[in-house]
T-cell receptor
Framework: AQSVTQLGSHVSVSEGALVLLRCNYS??????LFWYVQYPNQGLQLLLK??????LVKGINGFEAEFKKSETSFHLTKPSAHMSDAAEYFC??????????FGSGTQLTVLP | EAQVTQNPRYLITVTGKKLTVTCSQN?????MSWYRQDPGLGLRQIYY???????DKGDVPEGYKVSRKEKRNFPLILESPSPNQTSLYFC???????????????FGPGTRLTVL
């Protein structure tokens, strides 16, 4: 079985500040890990994914995430927040069955 | 334009009245899936389909049915809706999951369903 825990259902940052959204996973097999973003009234879009290889993954809109096996973590970061980053972010894990299991989501608010 | 479409986008209905939410993709994807999104619970998978005529239960299949008669369409059927099925529903599709790392799932815009 696999699961995802996102720490913090709501995160607020000031424009220009570092964005850090936390994700920890549990998986019985080497995981594939994903971050999706959901803008208001829209479906989910893929930000980035980790499959194999380099543990630091770069995605769209300046986001990146680092896979840390020893910590079972896949935290999402962006050096400088922009107002347009305000959205809900979902971490997801895919294990042996290749089905996606999503976390409960983190709502990011960017303050002017 | 490559996309996943869902209809209707909004639906208010009453308990027990059968309804169907349609999902269609134009990317020739083998894999399709239905999720429901509820506050604080993220997305939970209802049903998925690996290909035409191949469907399987996800984590929360009770009260739902699906069919996959054509590759592009994957309708979600609620034969007797109840208030606890009030939710935001998403359809998604991707290339085959049968080999290699999972491919990106493309999501539809969502269907907001209210069951009174």
């Amino acid at each position: 079985a696999q699961s995802v825990t996102q720490l913090g259902s709501h995160v607020s940052v000031s424009e220009g500040a570092l964005v850090l959204l936390r994700c920890n996973y549990s998986s019985s097999v080497p995981p594939y890990l994903f971050w999706y973003v959901q803008y208001p009234n829209q479906g989910l879009q893929l930000l980035l994914k980790y499959t194999t290889g380099a543990t630091l993954v770069k995605g769209i809109n300046g986001f990146e995430a680092e896979f840390k096996k020893s910590e079972t973590s896949f935290h999402l970061t962006k050096p400088s927040a922009h107002m347009s980053d305000a959205a809900e972010y979902f971490c997801a894990v895919s294990g042996s069955a290749r089905q996606l299991t999503f976390g409960s989501g983190t709502q990011l608010t960017v303050l002017p | 334009e490559a996309q996943v479409t869902q209809n209707p986008r909004y639906l208010i209905t009453v308990t027990g009245k059968k309804l169907t939410v349609t999902c269609s993709q134009n990317m020739n994807h083998e894999y399709m899936s239905w999720y429901r999104q509820d506050p604080g619970l993220g997305l939970r998978q209802i049903y998925y389909s690996m290909n035409v005529e191949v469907t399987d239960k996800g984590d929360v299949p009770e009260g739902y049915k699906v069919s996959r008669k054509e590759k592009r369409n994957f309708p979600l059927i609620l034969e007797s809706p109840s208030p606890n099925q009030t939710s935001l529903y998403f359809c998604a599709s991707s290339l085959s999951l049968l080999a290699g790392a999972p491919n990106e799932q493309f999501f539809g815009p969502g269907t907001r369903l209210t069951v009174l």
